[in-house]
């Protein structure tokens, strides 16, 4: 079994990187790092107030939303009964006569009150 546990022999190229690798980290040593600093407060603050920015227009559009659809909505009327798409299918009817002078029309003005 070879370093990486695999069980498979390493090739030449592996063998030339992993030196590489473990060469330039022994090199580094304590002096080469830099100091640890603590983050900085206004980075952290800024994100805060972006953050809470977003949440609070985005809550705002919920509401806006939710009275929109509220108000804009009719209120609910029963639904008409289904009718047929087609004209029913009967014998036609004959056209209608003009009113025979011999049927007496009340007219308008002989009404009496």
Known sequence: MNESG??????PVEERLRAALAARAHSVGPADLRPLRPPTG????RRV???RAVA????LAAVAALVF??????PARPVEPA???HPPIGTPSPVPSPVS???P????SARQP
């Open 83 to 85: 009718r047929s798409p």
């Open 105 to 108: 029309q009340p007219s308008p």
């Open 49 to 51: 107030l972006v953050r």
């Open 101 to 103: 002078p011999s049927t």
């Open 6 to 11: 695999t069980g498979s022999t390493a090739t």
């Open 56 to 59: 609070g227009v985005l809550v």
């Open 42 to 45: 206004p980075v952290r603050s």
């Open 69 to 74: 659809l509220s108000v804009r909505r009719e």
